[in-house]
């Protein structure tokens, strides 16, 4: 069973504040992903990479970076948070030849 | 504009009846997913069904790709079904899923 983990699974934040979101996966997978869950819109994809040291924008990366320092590990950074970035954040990861996504349990952001 | 929608929105069964939950694209598609959102939040992926139709158990999913819609079939359902169903469609690049809004389903003894 594919394993994504995400940390922390909470947070509460000020406005203005820095935030980092970690998410590590341990099934060697090439793709990973970063959505935003909200009411009434589904997730939505914000910054993806399929490779290390390489990062993609997805439908709504402002105001947010991605890192992807290791295959393994995946960060997203809000630099300055603000109140409409709270949500819930999932992390997931895909195998280059594979089509099913793994989720990490999501980190639940709240900015104030 | 949104390019996966889903119906309808919400839904609520007596148990043991049938529920027919429906995933429309705007664009061209590599492949569509279904997944299943525990109400505590956490995500399972339940098919992975380009065309044609897939089942497992009580669960068969249909995607016609010349009408841009797919769908999942819930058969005598449980209470355990309850929570929120997601389809996820890939576009041809074939890098990322774009999800639709959901249909939360509630079913009631």
């Known amino acids: 069973e594919a394993a994504v983990t995400q940390s922390p699974r909470s947070k509460v934040a000020v406005t203005g504040g820095k935030v980092t979101l970690s998410c590590h996966q341990t099934n060697n997978h090439d793709y990973m992903y970063w959505y935003r869950q909200d009411t009434g819109h589904g997730l939505r994809l914000i910054h993806y990479?399929?490779?290390?040291?390489?990062?993609e924008k997805g439908d709504i990366p402002d105001g947010y970076k991605a890192s992807r320092p290791s295959q393994e590990n995946f960060s997203l950074i809000l630099e300055l948070a603000s109140l409409s970035q709270t949500a819930v954040y999932f992390c997931?990861?895909?195998?280059?030849?594979?089509?099913?996504?793994?989720f990490g349990a999501g980190t639940r952001l709240s900015v104030l | 504009g949104q390019q996966v929608q889903q119906s309808p929105a919400s839904l609520v069964l007596q148990e043991g009846e049938n529920a027919e939950l429906q995933c429309n694209f705007s664009?061209?598609?590599?492949?569509m997913q279904w997944f299943y959102q525990r109400p505590e939040g956490s995500l399972v992926s339940l098919f992975y069904?380009?065309?044609g139709t897939k089942q497992s158990g009580r669960l068969t999913s249909t995607t016609v790709i010349k009408e841009r819609r797919s769908s999942l079939h819930i058969s005598s359902s449980q209470i355990t079904d309850s929570g929120t169903y997601l389809c996820?469609?890939?576009?041809?690049?074939?890098?990322?899923?774009?999800f639709g809004t959901g249909t939360k389903l509630q079913v009631v003894p």
């Open positions: 664009t061209s598609l590599n492949s």
């Open positions: 997931a990861s895909r195998g280059l030849s594979q089509n099913t996504l793994y």
């Open positions: 069904n380009p065309s």
């Open positions: 996820a469609m890939e576009r041809n690049s074939g890098t990322y899923q774009r």
């Open positions: 990479s399929y490779v290390a040291d390489s990062t």
